[in-house]
């Protein structure tokens, strides 16, 4: 199967493909989810795709929505086996520079461990 991950030159696909250590705390067939290594929260985890390199949210198609679904649900599934869920967590995806983008691969943001209030209206 052609990969796409394997060629992406970004952190995250030589975190993918294990060129560089993280501290994974997540995997399933598609998405992979590590440790951010200059946390805004107590917990700070990042879930990526490992197959599909998608560099911004931008970027995606109707055909990623399955995709875009399953980093959500790995979230979710991660917040409630780790606890987050019972007291609240946030889930954040930034969009290119102005939106906070630092790696362009697709990925999505766990914050939880502290409250976060509702800076963004929610």
């Known amino acids: 199967m052609n990969d796409p991950a394997s060629n992406n030159p970004t952190i995250f696909g030589k975190i993918i493909r294990r ?3 993280a501290q994974i ?3 399933d067939d598609d998405v992979l989810a590590f ?14 795709p490992k197959h599909v390199h998608i560099a911004t949210l931008d970027d995606a198609r109707a ?3 399955v ?5 959500v649900l790995a979230a979710a599934e991660y917040a409630r ?4 869920a019972q007291n609240g967590y946030r889930v954040v995806m930034n969009c290119r520079d102005d939106g906070g983008q630092t790696v ?3 990925h999505l943001h766990l914050l939880a461990g502290k409250p ?3 800076g963004f209206g929610g």
């Open 25 to 27: 705390v997540y995997e």
């Open 67 to 71: 995709l875009l679904g399953k980093l």
């Open 19 to 21: 060129e560089i250590p």
């Open 104 to 106: 362009y691969h697709i």
């Open 81 to 84: 086996r780790e606890g987050f």
């Open 63 to 65: 055909g990623d929505a």
């Open 116 to 118: 976060l209030g509702h």
């Open 35 to 48: 440790k951010d290594i200059a946390p805004q929260a107590p917990v700070h985890v990042l879930f990526i």
